[in-house]
């Protein structure tokens, strides 16, 4: 829009009543969802306009630079043993990343759970490869977002997920990641009950939000994981497993046993009556595994199993999905 009939617009917007604002407001928000990329990125340049800092060696003697072949701002610090160019994303996952119009409308997919080929369904207009490099720059960003001490009531557990190399052309390069036959995709693992075909992960979470999870390389490493994680006073709820007990010891906590009735489908038709009322502030691994209820069917569900290498990202997508504006926190966090 030119200069003129934009300020025109504005001083008009001065005299809107009320119930035009709130119009106005509605408006204006539906334009940003739409163009979140690029309006994120116009917030940043002009964040780093003012603040003029280097991300290499965060001087600030920081000067701009001309413009890129997309249009974006190019700066350059004069600092001695710098002087390197940059731009709003140097750094960042999304630095070499293109089509900014299409991220606000590609992170709203995500935040829907959808898998690549249900985005690539929505039309977006990117193909099957670029869908999948930028969940992976995106959730790179929400990975291993860790909180770093839990406290209060803490409830954890552990939850399995089968050893999986899926995309990895070992088997037909004749270099198998693992000595066996590859797996039709939706088989599960081939052995029944624990072993090393089942990657373990703890999950920890406390009252205050606060969430800790971790690939165990082994599903007696809980202690040596959950160490330094858990603050002195705490709470710690678990099934009663030898590591947990300890971390809690070593942490000055104390630690909860919950013993986790297992209802069978016979034993259930055996109760006449109804149940007693779950009693209000009871310990219990209710949330923990709800949230392990929840990262399955993203994982095992709508995504038909991911690689064992990518789980922590989609830990990290479960995670910001959760949380409130996710679409936006996202990417607010991939351009940190
Ligand atoms: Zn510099």
């Given at each position: 829009m030119e200069f003129q009939r934009f300020e025109a617009l504005k001083t008009a917007i001065r005299t809107a009543s009320p119930d035009q604002v709130l119009d106005l407001e509605i408006l204006i928000q539906a334009v940003v969802s739409e163009q979140l990329g690029a309006v994120s990125l116009a917030r940043r340049t002009q964040a780093l306009v003012q603040?003029?800092?280097?991300?290499?060696?965060?001087?600030?003697?920081v000067v701009l630079h001309g413009k890129d072949m997309d249009g974006r701002q190019r700066f350059r610090c004069r600092a001695v043993d710098c002087r390197r160019t940059f731009n709003i994303?140097?750094?960042?996952?999304?630095?070499?990343?293109?089509?900014?119009?299409?991220w606000g409308r590609y992170l709203g997919c995500m935040n829907d759970h959808l898998s690549v080929r249900r985005i690539m369904e929505t039309r977006i207009g990117l193909n099957h490869k670029t869908i999948w490099r930028w969940r992976h720059r995106f959730l790179k960003a929400a990975a291993?977002?860790?909180?770093?001490v839990l406290s209060g009531v803490i409830e954890a557990d552990e939850t399995f997920f089968v050893r999986s190399f899926k995309g990895d052309r070992g088997w037909k390069k004749g270099r198998?990641?693992?000595?066996?036959a590859a797996r039709?995709?939706?088989?599960?693992?081939?052995?029944?009950?624990?072993?090393?075909?089942q990657v373990p992960v703890l999950t920890a979470l406390d009252t205050g939000g606060g969430i800790y999870e971790a690939i165990l390389?082994?599903?007696?490493a809980i202690a040596e994981a959950l160490e330094g994680r858990i603050a002195a006073g705490s709470v710690l709820c678990s099934d009663g497993q030898q590591g947990y007990v300890k971390a809690a010891v070593k942490a000055g906590a104390e630690h909860r046993r919950v013993v986790v009735t297992t209802v069978t489908s016979s034993a259930a038709k055996a109760i006449v009556g109804p149940t007693k009322p779950r009693r209000k502030g009871r310990l219990g691994l209710g949330r923990v595994n709800a949230h392990h209820g929840q990262i399955k069917v993203l994982v095992n569900g709508r995504c038909r199993g991911v690689a064992t290498k990518y789980l922590g990202n989609y830990f990290g997508w479960h995670g910001a999905m959760v949380k409130e504006a996710a679409g936006t926190a996202l990417l607010d966090r991939s351009l940190l």
């Open positions: 603040s003029r800092t280097c991300p290499h060696c965060k001087g600030t003697d994303l140097t750094g960042t996952p999304m630095a070499r990343a293109r089509k900014p119009e299409k291993n977002d860790n909180t770093p198998p990641p693992e000595l066996r039709p995709s939706g088989w599960g693992a081939l052995t029944r009950g624990l072993s090393h075909a390389g082994s599903r007696y």
